[in-house]
């Protein structure tokens, strides 16, 4: 099983958690909104056969005591902020989402639902939670990277591959502050390396990165942690 499967059947415990809590205390059925950054035909189906996965693991069948609801942004910011206000108002008891771009869209509409998401680069430094061991507000989550990870993962290259000379950091902008840029450049030039610095925020700026670090002579690149370069991920 890859990495980002293993992220959500983790983050589907958690959720599964919170479905059953909250089904005790009011009787019902609970109402889950997933909100994706992708298109229905983008997104990969071993993700959502993950989440189907982790659910049917604690005991919740959709139709039977969970209802998940899909919407999806489409690589769209101003559909994902329509999408927010609509999910903010609704009659939603858990919202799950991906990265911080769709948390803090989520939050700006001031909504009391509680909101968890899969995969964040630095959930503090980008401001989503206070603290990794005390969330705090409504929102919590997984995150599966850190300074020293992104560091590790120059260090893996280059071992892996010893005859590369040039390293493209890839970096998703709305994340926030670059979390781990200025360790990652420091690992590769402590292995003799040039650098090459890239954003990315869409799959379509993922692949226009990847046609410029071809034309600039980049032979490795290390994609930071974040909802939209584990969507873009191939297989």
């Known amino acids: 099983m890859r990495r980002r499967e293993f992220n959500i059947l983790v983050v589907s415990a958690g959720l599964a958690w919170s479905c059953h809590a909250f089904a005790q205390s009011t009787g019902r059925i609970t109402r889950v909104a997933l909100l994706s950054n992708l ?125 590369i000379s040039k390293v493209m950091i890839l970096r998703d902008p709305v994340v926030g502050v670059p979390t781990g840029v200025a360790e990652a450049q420091a690992a590769a030039r402590a292995l003799s390396l040039d650098v090459v610095v890239a954003e990315a925020a869409s799959s379509d700026e993922v692949e226009a990165a990847f046609r410029r670090g071809r034309d600039q002579g980049v032979d490795a690149v290390a994609a930071m942690a974040s909802a939209s370069s584990t969507s873009s991920a191939s297989a």
């Not at 942004?73 to 329509?82: H, L, Y």
């Open 39 to 163: 298109s229905p035909s983008a997104s990969d189906p071993r993700q959502m056969a993950a989440l189907k996965e982790g659910l049917h693991e604690n005991g919740l069948i959709e139709g039977t005591n969970v209802e998940v609801e899909y919407f999806w942004a489409e690589a769209s910011f101003d559909r994902m902020q329509g999408l927010a206000m609509k999910l903010g108002q609704g009659n939603f008891d858990i919202i799950l989402t991906a990265g911080s771009k769709a948390v803090k869209t989520l939050r700006a509409t001031g909504t009391k639902t509680p909101i968890v998401f899969t995969v964040a680069a630095d959930p503090v430094g980008s401001g989503i939670v206070e603290s990794l061991a005390r969330p705090g507000g409504n929102v919590t989550g997984l995150s599966m990277s850190d300074n020293n990870l992104e560091s590790k993962r120059i260090e893996l290259l280059k071992e892996t591959v010893p005859s």
